[in-house]
């Protein structure tokens, strides 16, 4: 008998050791990975390439760095650079990546760097694993514009950012927009940092260019925002407008209106909830 226990008790612990291990590989994680990307080689040899990182994993991600690897087209390594998202480092400003998150980024390689041998790339992320941040802003309503002047084509996103926390927000906000064509590839990236110090309920307005040098295939995009301590609701998105040249005077009366609207909602959604 004391045989039988001693081996009903080593197959517990066989079980439960087993058990432990399954529990710790299964364990929540975060899994930042390049989604989708171009690149462009200009008529100087500069070598661009705009793209999109995702959060893959179910935790979420800050400081998060890409690593780039070129290639010629005999698949030999040639060089490499890397890059951060704006935003993610500096004290508190770490841009944080929840779970199925996207956020843009760029590089820029220089043609000493061999970028005339350049075929193609490969990536590597790193990161680390962070903690969600509040929800404190919201963006009602987004633009993003193709606006003609002569033979030059830029593209801008525009658009009021809405305040959602019951204290004035006295920090820098970040505004990250991204550029689709029509297959879903992103072809272009736009950044801008701004202070805001936004009460309860108050609107701003965003405006700012995105880098693109396919301004024509632009289809569609996204708009999210981030702060050092909140976070968008949800990212913005929307179709592509063409502004002809005699219509860009347009953009700021709709703009302004934009804004309006989107405080009077947050004050009514406010006043609903309280």
Known sequence: MPSKH????GTLI?????????CQ??????????????SYRDALNYYWVFGEVKNAGNTPATNITINASFYDSSDNFVNSSSTVIAGSYGLGTSIVLPPGAKAPFYLLVFPQSGTANFSHCGFAVSFAEGFSKNVGFRIPISFCERNQT?????????????????A???EGVNFYATLYNSTGAVIGQGHMYKEENLSPSEAAAFNFQVATFYPA??????VTVQSANYSVEAESNGIVNVIPEFQSFLILPLLTIASLLA?????TRLIEHS
């Open 217 to 222: 295939q632009t289809a569609n995009f996204t």
């Open 25 to 38: 590989l299964g364990r929540a994680s975060a899994n930042v990975v390049v989604a989708s990307y171009s």
């Open 14 to 22: 066989l079980v439960v050791c087993a058990l432990a291990c399954f």
């Open 150 to 166: 002569g033979s030059v084509e830029t593209v801008y996103a525009s658009g009021p950012i809405v305040s959602m926390v019951t």
């Open 263 to 267: 405080a009077i909602l947050a004050r």
């Open 168 to 170: 004035p927000i006295q």
């Open 6 to 9: 001693v081996l009903i008790t």
